[in-house]
């Protein structure tokens, strides 16, 4: 499929082609469930924890005598029961991340694209060079171009001006070719790739 090639002064100046096997597949749901509960839950820091029995403070000594005082008999002040014991089955520290087939992230890297693409929510732009790095320069052109929450893919690095001047767009995102991954595409509303972001995943997906 052909789609339009556009500059940051939205002029249209030409046509690429976009592979079929990575921009043109069935937007399968579960796929992308799957990738992003994976992501999500390999971002998370898994640092919850609770004292458990055997790391509380206290003394070892039988609270009260075991016969006669007409309570329930006790061995410990650190047993759960008690005021300021353990916890039980409480969180400890431990990664959430499990594993998931690297066939099947490829798979929902490239239904992600073909999502946007179905869409009409992708963008394929010549190129992110700026003369100066700055934001107002930026937000001038974005405003012409009429991208509200967008995620730009550029190609082994992202351009350096370009990256300072979008530091302080709060609705801009900017990543390279190898960062792009399936939470952040669907987290945006317009994707924008550039021609070499688009040769790399192609590259790399296909």
Known sequence: MKI????????????????????????????????????????????????????????????????GTGRARQGSKKAPQMRGGGTVFGPVVRSHAHDLPKKVRKLALRTALSSKQADGKLVVLDSTALETPKTKDLATRLAGLGWDRALVVDGTEVNGNFARAAGNIPTLDVLPSQGANVYDILRCDTLVLTKDAVAQLVERLK
Do not use: C, W
């Open 4 to 67: 339009d090639v556009i500059s940051l002064d939205n002029k249209n100046i030409g046509d690429i082609e976009l592979d079929d096997a990575v921009f043109g597949l069935e937007v399968r749901r579960d796929i992308l469930a799957r990738m992003v509960n994976y992501q999500l839950a390999k971002r998370r820091s898994g640092n919850h924890k609770v004292k458990q029995r055997n790391e509380i403070a206290g003394t070892t000594a039988k609270p009260f005598r075991q016969k």
